[in-house]
């Protein structure tokens, strides 16, 4: 049954109701009429019916993702037969755009965190790779656990980041640095050259008469290598960085300068020497200086 012959009836019905309102036809002959019409409507449906289960049949053909990401290795080969209701699917796919980062933060710097992200304020993340040289990406804080971890004494944080470039893989291990605040003109100096003692951190520092002297320090954040002091140190102040567990205060030491290798890092005003303990005193103390 088509359209147009359905129409056609449709129009023979509405002169079979001119005639019989002219009283020139009987009127068994226009309820027919009628009801072949609404038989054809009814027929005209159902393969309106079968058209659109054929298509949906159709769209069984074609699988689509239903999401954007990356995928990886296929699980099936070309002649396995699968079904609706395997476990493991045809392929896995892994959404890296954006892409999530977990990361951990020691419980004594969670109140600073949330202070920061209660105010509504973007806490930008910056990813870096295991030797935390190479930058990766830029994101955001996404969001704070409920809990902190007691057998390690850290908080989990969540970021985001849009790894527009796909330089971010899942399960990509990664150093976060999260921006928390600005430190302006203040001395850093290495981490190898904090000593621990009764007097809390401490470093040796070269006097002018090549003689070290116990330095007590208030350290700030740490970067990589790189301790930020807020107390005892000035800059171009040289500190030991390698054998001092040996040293004693007042020991003297030779100075032996090397050629300075600066890092792509943060830069520092400290000097690049080599210490090394002077031949009157007990030998083989080795120390270095950044």
């Not at 019905?13 to 019989?20: G, H, Q, Y």
């Not at 954007?68 to 209701?85: E, K, M, W, Y």
């Not at 100075?255 to 400290?270: A, H, M, Y």
């Amino acid at each position: 049954m088509t359209r147009s012959s359905n129409t056609d009836k449709t129009h023979r019905l509405n002169a079979a109701f001119n005639l019989l309102a002219q009283d020139s036809i009987a009127a068994q002959q226009t309820v027919t009429q009628e009801s072949l019409i609404n038989q054809n409507k009814g027929t005209l449906e159902i393969d309106h019916g079968l058209v659109a289960s054929a298509k949906l049949q159709l769209t069984y053909t074609r699988i689509t993702a239903p999401i954007s990401g990356r995928l990886g290795l296929r699980l099936v080969d070309q002649g396995n037969i699968v079904h609706a209701a395997d476990t493991d699917g045809l392929v896995v796919i892994t959404q890296i755009q954006p892409i999530a980062v977990v990361f951990t933060l020691p419980e004594d710097r969670l109140q600073e965190v949330m202070k920061k992200f209660h105010s509504g304020k973007v806490m930008a993340l910056e990813a870096f790779d295991r030797r935390g040289q190479n930058k990766l990406a830029q994101g955001q804080l996404l969001a704070v656990d409920n809990q902190i971890d007691t057998t390690t004494g850290t908080i989990k944080l969540k970021g985001q980041f849009a790894n527009e470039d796909g330089a971010l893989f899942s399960n990509q291990f990664v150093n976060i640095r999260m921006n928390m605040d600005t430190l302006r003109s203040v001395t850093i100096m290495p981490t190898a050259a904090i000593q621990r003692g009764t007097m809390g951190a401490f470093v040796y520092v070269v006097k002018a008469d090549q003689t070290v002297s116990v330095r007590p320090l208030t350290l700030g954040p740490i970067e990589g290598d790189k301790v930020a002091v807020l107390e005892g140190l000035q800059p171009d102040e040289q500190v030991v960085v390698d054998g001092a567990d040996k040293l004693r205060e007042g020991m003297k030491v030779k100075l032996i300068t090397r050629d300075p290798k600066p890092s792509s890092g943060v830069k520092s005003s400290l000097p690049v020497n080599e210490i090394r303990q002077d031949k009157d005193q007990k030998s083989g103390n080795q120390g270095k200086l950044p």
